[in-house]
């Protein structure tokens, strides 16, 4: 046991010698046309003395990052696919819980999974291991946090070899770096809307760690707690993602629906969640999982 626990801190060592220094982030809307495909570019930033872009494909909603070189201008008069959700996903009533986009339009259900910051040790790896199973590849969206990727590095490293092998179809999602919470506050003053809070840091400081380790964030957004306010989701428009509920909470009782985007934790807070998912997704054959963005 100590042999391989001094293993795997001399991997994480290594990995983290390689990991990418990011600097001079910054929020930036630019629309260009690059490899005859529209794209915005939503942040630039360096990584050592390159400039690199955030870029949003403006017709399929992925995102990709691009070295500084000289594009083509878009000019277009019509909104594109991307900018017409981002539209509609930050307009009243912008409700205290469950802000955004709860469903979607469509035959299959959408897996997803909150990364929380958690003391418990490991992740739900028997389950994923079970539901991988079960498909060649597995769409899936991760809400990530960044106090979580600091505590779970091996474990954190274990999902990007899933993804590197095929096995995991991920869409990295922002979940906030910090994810305050505190049990004796009031939802008016926990989560992101404690006093003090700095949202645009937290969005930026989570992406930079994301792309550090050579992942490129999606435009997905998850407020933790699932609590927000007009303010902070004008600050997830300028920031250009988007916002995103669910419907189907397992563990809160939510039921799975055709178009339901499923809410599970990942980092062993809610056994319940996990149970309910493997009795559906597991023991069940008559559902297909789809991708967020593809549907969108």
Known sequence: MKIFLVFISILANIFAQNLKSVYNYKVIHKNIIYHQEPYILI??????????????????????????????????????????????????????????????????????????????????DGFLAEIISKYKTLPITFFISGRWIEKHKKEFLELIKLQKEKKLDITWGNHTFNHFYHPNCSLEKNFILAPKTDLKKEILDLEKLLISYSITPSILFRFPGLVSDKKSIGIIKELGLIPVGSNAWLAKDEVIKEGSIILLHGNKNEPKGIEKARDFLIKKDDFNLGSILQEL
């Open 43 to 124: 942040r630039s930033f360096n990584i050592d003395t390159k400039r690199y872009y955030l870029a949003v494909n403006s017709k399929n909603l992925t995102t990709k990052i691009i070295e500084n070189k000289a594009f083509l201008r878009e000019e277009t008069e019509e909104k594109s696919r991307y900018e017409k959700a981002l539209a509609s996903y930050s307009k009243a009533p912008f409700n205290l819980q469950n802000y955004g986009l709860k469903k979607l339009d469509s035959k299959k259900i959408f897996l997803t999974m909150d990364m929380c910051p958690s003391s418990k040790i490991g992740y739900e």
